[in-house]
């Protein structure tokens, strides 16, 4: 388990604003941190540090590599005693920054203080949407510093914007597209969301900027997910984090408008397991299936439930009013397809295994999961003038590993 000790650098070193971007709101906090105040924010996490394998300390939030030289010192200073290589407990400093705020200079500077992840704000791979968004960088100014930091050793994260203006979904897929062929380690997808106090939530509120619908958002980064999938990227996040700024008692304080959901990224899982159900269902109901089915079981491991359940249970009220079973029942095992499912298994009429080649199930419930279906048929009618044949079938996602 890792273990991120925050500390947010609000709006620093920004030489634009951009149009969707009220740093102050997003990072959560509002006021430069001084070392002293850095120093004690990380000192602070010291005994929780022991029980994680891994502890980063992350300057989140503006453009790092963008404020004063001497400042970027003065905070990657305040940081590094408290890395493994000084005697401390933290394993590396990660930082995020703007694309054209990397050079060999830069580089240097962060190999001094052993920073060793750098994630930069690639947002779009379309000059167009970059110039209407205000980014003030080109596409080209992310391929060169991607380029500079993996030939520098740093695992390199890349974020990404759907929807900003001029986007549509064809220029946010070839966006991918083209982020996967630079291989970061690691993405992170931000569906753009209107924030208050921004260019575009005046534009917003004159009816020039139309986000995109929450359903569309959540179905274009499923397809981004599968991109990066087949690419072999992680997903490190989907969606805005909620913050006290952004979110207060579950009311939506800073958002206009847009796509903003706080489990945003439960709701592209949960999209994705309805639609491998779906395609698989199909499969096996077509080829086993005369008549309607009974009920459908839906096993899987404790970690996948709420993204198989779907949120107030969307999806099992989605298979079963689309394949008409009578009910859908989800359970939770530790070991699903293990004795338990022998056990309560009736005649098992047919048994096939689905390796998920070409199920979108694999991209995120993941990589590492593989979807099983068993379809059994057992008698259950008590009216013995009336035998009724209840069709069941099992579905269990496990790990790989
Ligand atoms: S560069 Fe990043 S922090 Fe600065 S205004 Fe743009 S989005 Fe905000």
Not at 215 to 233: M, Q, R
Not at 303 to 330: C, H, M, P, T, W
């Amino acid at each position: 388990m890792i273990l991120v000790i925050p500390v947010f650098v609000p709006h620093a070193g920004c030489p634009h604003d951009c149009c969707f971007c009220n740093q102050k709101i997003i990072s959560g906090s509002k006021k430069l941190p001084g070392a002293d105040e850095i120093a004690d924010k990380i000192g602070s996490y010291a005994s929780e540090a022991v029980r994680y394998g891994e502890v980063e300390i992350a300057f989140f939030g503006g453009s790092f590599t963008a404020i004063e030289p001497e400042a970027q010192e003065h905070y990657l200073r305040a940081a590094a005693p408290f890395l493994k290589i000084n005697g401390g407990f933290a394993d590396c400093i990660r930082i995020s920054t703007r694309p054209d705020a990397i050079d060999e200079k830069v580089i240097e500077r962060l190999k001094k203080y052993s920073v060793r992840i750098v994630e930069l704000g690639a947002q779009s791979m379309d000059d167009n949407v970059l110039r209407l968004s205000e980014r003030g960088h080109t596409a080209e100014d992310t391929r060169k510093a991607s380029a500079l930091l993996k030939a520098g050793g740093f695992t390199l994260g890349l974020q990404t914007m759907t929807g900003l203006p001029g986007a549509d979904r064809k220029s946010d897929t070839k966006t991918a597209l083209e982020i996967a062929s630079i291989e970061p380690a690691f993405v992170r997808i931000y569906p753009t969301v209107v924030v208050k106090n921004t260019k575009l939530f005046r534009d917003y509120e004159a009816g020039l900027y139309r986000p995109m619908p929450l359903d569309d958002a959540v179905s274009l980064c499923s397809e981004l997910c599968e991109i990066y999938s087949k690419h072999n990227i992680s997903v490190a996040r989907i969606g805005l984090q909620s913050t006290d700024s952004i979110t207060i008692n579950g009311e939506e304080s800073e958002v206009a408008g847009g796509p903003y959901h706080e489990a945003f990224g439960q709701l592209v899982r949960s999209y994705d397991a309805l639609q491998s159900v779906s395609e698989t269902l199909d499969n096996v109901l077509k080829k086993h299936l005369s008549g309607s089915p009974g009920t459908l079981t839906l096993r899987t491991e404790p970690r996948y439930f709420s993204d198989a359940l779907g949120q107030n249970r969307a999806n099992a009220e989605k298979l079963r009013s689309s394949f008409g079973f009578e009910k859908v029942i989800l359970s939770s095992s530790a070991d699903p397809g293990g004795p338990s499912t022998a056990k309560r298994a009736g005649r098992v009429v047919s048994a096939e295994s689905f390796k998920p080649d070409n199920a979108k199930y694999e991209h995120r419930l993941a990589k590492d999961t593989k979807a099983e279906v068993t379809v059994r048929r057992e008698p259950t009618g008590r009216d013995s003038f009336r035998i009724r044949t209840d069709v069941t079938a099992e579905i269990v996602f496990k790990s790989l590993k």
